[in-house]
DNA sequence: CATAGAACAGACAAGTCTGTCTACTCTCGC
DNA sequence: GCGAGAGTAGACAGACTTGTCTGTTCTATG
């Protein structure tokens, strides 16, 4: 809409144009290993540009993950995996779906949140971006596990969570059917959550022991 | 027993306070953030003795990555579990006892393996000995199943290295409980291999769909 | 046509990184 | 006492990093 990325007349395609490069370059390597030299040569753009736009790189990084964050989070896994279900329970379960898809899929790349965390280390200002963008994502599932009535929302979400960083990275590792597995898990946490009784039904060894 | 890292008069005594140096920043701050230049300075130690004893930094990080392996993967995550469960099964869940003491201890830096993978990309070869030494973690959680004559162990141990990998990056996002409750999850999961029957139970949605 | 704003091209500074190399010192065994 | 082997100290090369700065060219608008 606001711009056509091959039209040089427009002021509005640079800043453009160096993003897309950037979420190409930054989703697929990670940040580290991507100078701001390369992303300038492959958008086509005149180093003062890239530094009229964005004051140093981590504001690219960060414009980046803001961008990560509607294409991946929002479009991709919340907005696919709603219009996969007609219930709030099947559209969690869907997400998994979406994944799995994903992983499949040539933007497969890396669980860009997770390496931006890993990567910046967790006091980096860019990792607080980072954490902020995986915490709206569990407020996503917390509000689907309260539509669908279930109980501990909060500890739901955060198990959730866990299956699904767990399957991201099990599939980047080379496990094609992680997601599959995780949404097996998953289908058992939701019926876990549809009782209010904690799960005081741990078994043996729950509090770890001393030496 | 080899060396006392004090005494300069003993050969043995650089390279282990290199590696010892090495692993200690290697796995809190990640292998690009930490530069030749301050392993040595950190170790005493010039850096024609450190380039003597590894060719490369790679050669340097493979045997970290080794070290790793034997203290994170079997001193602490293998035997530590194994003392203190009495059958299959309970070593299995004590596996995220140990994760939990290990996630609140001063030691919990970052998931190395894991750390190295997103570092690196996948086709590093630094990267592939880090899968090799998932893939051993795996190995022992399958070899486990297979005692407690749980079905379908190879799946098994893919769904429990998930929870394991998620619960760690969890806890690394700041989910002080992601070890207990991962292990919640993993209660469940040996149930549901108790049994020979696939998992095709799974609900609605499970293989995705077209556009 | 003229001028302002933006983009382009690319040199440059100042720092980082890995890896090499020279020159000196220390200690042990002969 | 002396030579060998290992360590120390640190300069250095060459590549890479981010960020600045100087010009020139293009385009839209008055």
């Known amino acids: 809409m606001t711009a056509d990325p091959e039209d040089h007349r427009n002021p509005y395609v640079a800043r453009e144009r160096i993003l ?27 180093k003062a540009t890239l530094y009229r736009h964005f004051r140093t790189k981590n504001d690219l990084v960060i414009a980046f993950l803001e961008r990560r964050q509607q294409v991946w989070t929002r479009d991709m896994v919340r907005d696919e995996s709603e219009r996969r279900g007609s219930t709030p329970d099947e559209q969690l379960l869907a997400m998994f779906d979406v994944l799995d898809e994903w992983i499949h899929s040539d933007d497969f790349d890396r669980c860009t949140f997770i390496n931006v965390l890993l990567e ?21 599932v917390k509000e689907r596990a309260e539509k669908a009535g279930l109980h501990r929302t909060e500890e739901f979400a955060l198990s959730w969570h866990i299956l699904m960083k767990g399957s991201i990275i099990a599939a980047y590792e080379g496990d094609g059917e992680a997601a599959r597995r995780a949404k097996i898990m998953a289908a058992d946490l939701i019926e876990q959550h549809r009782t209010p009784d904690g799960p005081e039904r741990v078994p043996a060894g729950s509090k770890a022991g001393g030496s």
Chains 1, 2 share one sequence.
């Open 20 to 46: 897309r490069t950037a979420y190409e370059l930054f989703s697929r390597r990670g940040i580290r290993a991507v100078g701001v030299d390369e992303v300038i040569e492959r958008s086509s753009v005149a």
């Open 120 to 140: 910046m280390g967790p006091d980096h200002p860019v990792s607080r971006a980072a954490i902020d963008c995986l915490e709206e994502l569990r407020g996503i």
